[in-house]
């Protein structure tokens, strides 16, 4: 064999290798709601905004330092915190990605 197939037969495998183990962006989203519900279940504020944007704002004027604020406050008045969830549907389009879950806290 030569030098140049063992080569080429190289990078196909190395790159095989890669493309099994790399996670989809299915598997990154959930394992972010996964990250998500521990930190909130654990009260943790700055984990639970390490998963949201700081330049977050909405169409009902919240924003990254309101949700911290208020996050910080529930978790000072509440304890023994559990969440349950489900993913029922994710959309996935190019660089934007939707979800719908059944959540009971």
């Not at 959309?91 to 059944?102: Q, V």
């Amino acid at each position: 064999m030569s030098r140049r197939s063992l080569v080429f037969i190289l990078i196909i495998g190395a790159s095989l290798i890669i493309y099994l183990l790399w996670p989809s962006d299915e598997a990154r989203i959930k394992k972010l709601f996964k990250e998500g519900v521990k930190a909130v279940e654990t009260r943790k504020p700055d984990d639970v905004m390490s998963k949201i944007s700081f330049t977050y704002t909405d169409e009902r004027g919240l924003s990254y330092l309101i949700i911290k604020d208020s996050l910080t406050r529930v978790f000072r008045e509440m304890s023994g915190i559990s969440i349950e969830y489900e993913i029922t549907r994710m959309d996935i389009r190019d660089e934007k990605a939707t979800a719908d879950l059944d959540i009971r806290v």
